[in-house]
């Protein structure tokens, strides 16, 4: 287990370079089509390009910036429990997370299988639309992992406190 941990580390940390890449990208992308704009020599898709960018951002950064507990959350309250409880309300909203991640994942790979099946390209530039379907499946299947590796962090957490 410990192997599979390590292994996902370190794709997260790929990932996060990918979401770093495709930031750029869309920094870059934009500011050259701002320019072309003013010059009246826009950049043709570019705002479709600039959502593609962006969901891979999305996917690519969700799971490192869970794993250092990046995200915004609310403790005004959990703090006043003790160690223990603190530990059980985490398993269980993170269960929560994972169930519900989880069923994200699943319909996001049967949504990817459906839309590449009926051949749906976007608007300006006819890209196939799964191909960035799956890479965001893919993304969260990978959150999904760290979510659970998290999980499994908490209960050994709280089996270290029980044998104090």
Known sequence: MKMIFTMLNRFSGFLKLIGAIALTCMMMLTVVDVIGRFFRHPIFGSVELVGFMAT????????????????????????????KIQLWIDIFTRSLSLVLFGLIT?????????????????????????????????????????????????????RELKTK
């Open 56 to 83: 891979i951002l999305v996917a690519s950064a969700l799971p490192y910036t869970y794993k250092v507990e990046g995200h915004v959350g609310v403790e005004i309250l959990v703090r006043l429990f003790s160690k």
């Open 106 to 158: 699943w319909q996001m790979f049967l949504y990817a299988k459906d839309i590449r099946h009926t051949g749906e390209v976007s608007m300006n530039l006819e890209f196939p639309i799964y191909y960035i379907v799956y890479l965001l499946a893919f993304g969260m299947l990978i959150f999904s992992v760290t979510i659970l590796e998290t999980i499994v962090g908490d209960i050994k957490q709280l």
